[in-house]
C-alpha cells in the first residue's frame, strides 16, 4: 500500500472552504485514495473515496490531479463540528486491502 | 439504530487478567475489523475476518484472539494483560472485503491496564 503525506495541522474559518492536501506519489494504478477523519474519541468516520476522476458528496468533494500523485479534500462550508483530525489512504479494493492510517492533519475551525 | 456497537465503552482491569470486548453490526456486511489506537494517537488495523474467516492478522501478540460467531459479530478476547495493551480499540465493517467499500467504526472501547 502507498505512503501519504499530509500536513500536520490547518486551520480554516467557520464558514469558509477548508482545502486539505494530500501527497501520495507513488500510488498505484489499482489503488483508490479514502479519506476519513476523527473527530475527538470518537471512531473514525467515513467521508468519501476516488480512483481517478472527481468525487463529490453531501460531505465533501474530492478533486484527485491527473497523474494522481496528489489529491485534495473540501469541505465547502466549514463548521465548527468539522474540527477533527483527517486521514488521507491509498488502499488496494482487494482482498486484503488495508487501510493504513497515518498521522494525518488536524484541522481546527475557528469562529 | 447503532450500525456498529462496542461493550463495554471503557474497561479497567489489572495486569493478568483475561478479559473481552465485544462487537455487533447490523448492516448486514461480510466484513469486520479490529483496529487499535495507542497514547500517541497511532490507528493501527489488528485482524479482519470476512464471512466468519479470517483475513488478516497484523503480527499481534497470540494473547489476542478474535472470534466471529457469525458475520454480524467479531469478538477480541486478551489473555494475560499487560500494560502495553492500553489502549481504544475499534471494531469496523464494511460490505466486503474485496471492492471500494468505506469502513464504518464503532465508538471504541477504552482499556485502561493497571
Known amino acids: 500500500d502507498a505512503k501519504t503525506t499530509q500536513p500536520p495541522s490547518m486551520d480554516c474559518a467557520e464558514g469558509r472552504a477548508a482545502n486539505l492536501p494530500c501527497n501520495h506519489s507513488?500510488?498505484?494504478?489499482?489503488?483508490?485514495v479514502y479519506w476519513y477523519r476523527q473527530i475527538h474519541s470518537q471512531g473514525p468516520q467515513y467521508i468519501i473515496h476516488?480512483?481517478?476522476n472527481n468525487e463529490t458528496n453531501e460531505m465533501a468533494s474530492l478533486i484527485i490531479t491527473e497523474d494522481r500523485k496528489s489529491s485534495t479534500l473540501i469541505l465547502p462550508h466549514a463548521t465548527l463540528r468539522d474540527t477533527a483530525v483527517y486521514y488521507c489512504?491509498?488502499?488496494?479494493?482487494?482482498?486484503?486491502?488495508?487501510?493504513?492510517f497515518g498521522q494525518g492533519t488536524e484541522l481546527s475551525v475557528k469562529p | 439504530d447503532t450500525a456498529v456497537s462496542q461493550t463495554p465503552k471503557y474497561l479497567v482491569t489489572q495486569m493478568g487478567n483475561d478479559k473481552s470486548i465485544k462487537c455487533e453490526q447490523n448492516?448486514?456486511?461480510?466484513?469486520m475489523y479490529w483496529y487499535k489506537q495507542d497514547s500517541k494517537k497511532f490507528l493501527k488495523i489488528m485482524f479482519s475476518?470476512?464471512?466468519?474467516?479470517?483475513?488478516i492478522n497484523e503480527t499481534v501478540p497470540n494473547r489476542f484472539s478474535p472470534k466471529s460467531p457469525d458475520k454480524a459479530h467479531l469478538n477480541l478476547h486478551i489473555n494475560s494483560l499487560e500494560l502495553g495493551d492500553s489502549a481504544v480499540y475499534f471494531c469496523?465493517?464494511?460490505?466486503?472485503?474485496?471492492?471500494?467499500?468505506?469502513?464504518?467504526f464503532g465508538p471504541g472501547t477504552r482499556l485502561t491496564v493497571t
Open positions: 489512504i491509498v488502499r488496494v479494493a482487494s482482498w486484503g486491502g488495508k487501510l493504513i
Open positions: 475476518y470476512n464471512n466468519k474467516e479470517l483475513i
Open positions: 476516488g480512483l481517478k
Open positions: 507513488t500510488i498505484s494504478g489499482n489503488e483508490y
Open positions: 469496523a465493517s464494511s460490505q466486503d472485503v474485496s471492492g471500494p467499500y468505506e469502513q464504518y
Open positions: 448492516l448486514g456486511h461480510d466484513t
